[in-house]
């Protein structure tokens, strides 16, 4: 079965601190993507990599780096934790493959991070 | 990308048939519909995915119609435990996924 594994379920950090969100997928996925999921503004496209060492921006990539140097795992960083980046965050993969299938995403279970 | 509005909630009772329409005017040529179901505390689940006419799968069926402007989304016979909320997402399948957003998405409420 499909597993993306997300390395805390919550987590709670003080104002500048320097946060790591992992994720790992066991399915050979070649995309991956981070997003932050925040009350009426639905889901959020923070960073995305097509591959290896490869990462691209999404729409609110800003207090936000990204890390992949293993095509399994995808690194979150948040280089000094603000208030305002207090939400839930999600990591999916997906595979290229036939016309649409770059859709068929698969999700982790999600990070609730509290910055105090 | 092609915006999306979608009802902000619908309520069901157990084995009816739920119908939720979502609306994209300006889909492009090489959109693709796809949604997703999300319960709470977890990540967002794939559920189906078409292009155009209709597409049907073990748990759900997409219905398109000929100018695309608009979608449906079918749930046979639902039961409490669909009780989620459900997001459309038109983007194409071969381009970036900058800006890639989900919207806020449709919460359906199953009674007994």
């Known amino acids: 079965d499909v597993k993306v594994t997300q390395s805390s379920r919550y987590l709670v950090k003080r104002t500048g601190e320097k946060v790591f969100l992992e994720c790992v997928q066991d399915?050979?996925?070649?995309?991956m993507f981070w997003y932050r999921q925040d009350p009426g503004l639905g889901l959020r496209l923070i960073y995305f990599?097509?591959?290896?060492?490869?990462?691209e921006k999404g729409d609110i990539p800003e207090g936000y780096s990204v890390s992949r140097e293993k095509k399994e795992r995808f690194s979150l960083i948040l280089e000094s934790a603000s208030t305002n980046q207090t939400s839930m965050y999600l990591c999916a993969s997906s595979t290229p493959g036939v016309s649409g299938s770059n859709y068929e995403q698969y999700f982790g279970p999600g990070t609730r991070l509290t910055v105090t | 990308l092609a915006k999306t509005t979608q009802p902000i909630s619908m309520d069901s009772y157990e084995g009816q048939e739920v119908n939720i329409t979502c609306s994209h005017n300006?889909?492009?040529?090489?959109?693709?519909i796809t949604w997703y179901q999300q319960f709470p505390s977890q990540g967002p689940r794939f559920i189906i995915q078409?292009?155009?006419t209709k597409v049907t799968n073990e748990v759900a069926s997409l219905f398109i119609p000929a100018d695309r402007k608009s979608s449906t989304l079918s749930l046979p016979r639902v039961s409490l435990s669909d009780t989620a909320v459900y997001y459309c997402l038109v983007a194409p399948s071969n381009t970036g996924f900058q800006k890639l957003v989900f919207g806020t998405g449709t919460r359906l409420l199953v009674s007994p």
């Open positions: 078409g292009y155009k």
């Open positions: 399915m050979d996925h070649e995309n």
């Open positions: 990599s097509y591959d290896v060492k490869m990462k």
């Open positions: 300006n889909i492009a040529t090489n959109d693709y």
